[in-house]
T-cell receptor, first 112, second 113 residues
Framework: DSGVTQTPKHLITATGQRVTLRCSPRSGDLSVYWYQQSLDQGLQFLIQYYNGEERAKGNILERFSAQQFPDLHSELNLSSLELGDSALYFC???????????FGEGSRLTVL | QQQVKQSPQSLIVQKGGISIINCAYE??????FPWYQQFPGKGPALLIA?????SEKKEGRFTISFNKSAKQFSLHIMDSQPGDSATYFCAASMNTGFQKLVFGTGTRLLVSP
């Protein structure tokens, strides 16, 4: 158990809908990362937050947004969903400037 | 320049054999190179990592070999076991400010009994 909690584990929705994925980092970790994993693309970095502030942005679509709250949990919002958004979405956390990321078990999103 | 290229995409090794996975990078600013192991239904977990000031790091049956001049690094799994069957990702990051790991595309390893 990495200590990172992600909910929901599975989510099935329709195109055009909006979903929110939630992540609770390990106790004491201030950095939260979101990654998207699809079969043909591997792990793609989406966005990183540190202590509530956005710190790095990757290949995150404009339809996606995220935030980190004062209690350090984070949410990834995916809107106007398309079939191609079906993927595993991972949250990871780390101690600041530590090389090791601790990953949750992911949220599997299926868009029908 | 932010890419990490990983090969092979899949690998089948007999129990007791050596599994070798290779990665290459372009960005010379990368200075941290971890390998992550992912089992089905689980998130990736750090397996072993190396920094470019050493050419090799060994932890148990797992060894990273690092070639700075060639900008390549590889994972060797000695005496591969069926329990090693998983997907392996190499990654790289710059230890400047806020870390962002760039991952390779993954290698699916199957160790046959």
């Amino acid at each position: 158990d990495s200590g990172v909690t992600q909910t929901p584990k599975h989510l099935i929705t329709a195109t055009g809908q909006r979903v929110t994925l939630r992540c609770s980092p390990r106790s004491g970790d201030l950095s939260v990362y979101w990654y998207q994993q699809s079969l043909d693309q591997g792990l793609q970095f989406l966005i990183q937050y540190y202590n509530g502030e956005e710190r790095a942005k990757g290949n995150i679509l404009e339809r996606f947004s995220a935030q980190q709250f004062p209690d350090l949990h984070s949410e990834l919002n995916l809107s106007s969903l398309e079939l191609g958004d079906s993927a595993l979405y991972f949250c990871a956390s780390s101690v600041y400037r530590s090389g090791e990321l601790f990953f949750g078990e992911g949220s599997r999103l299926t868009v029908l | 320049q932010q890419q990490v290229k990983q090969s092979p995409q899949s690998l089948i090794v007999q129990k007791g054999g050596i599994s070798i996975i290779n990665c290459a990078y372009e960005n010379t600013a990368f200075d941290y190179f971890p390998w992550y192991q992912q089992f089905p239904g689980k998130g990736p977990a750090l397996l072993i990592a190396i920094r470019p000031d050493v050419s090799e790091k060994k932890e148990g049956r797992f060894t990273i070999s690092f070639n700075k001049s060639a900008k390549q690094f590889s994972l060797h799994i000695m005496d591969s076991q069926p329990g090693d069957s998983a997907t392996y990702f190499c990654a790289a990051s710059m230890n400047t400010g806020f870390q962002k790991l760039v991952f390779g595309t993954g290698t699916r390893l199957l160790v046959s009994p």
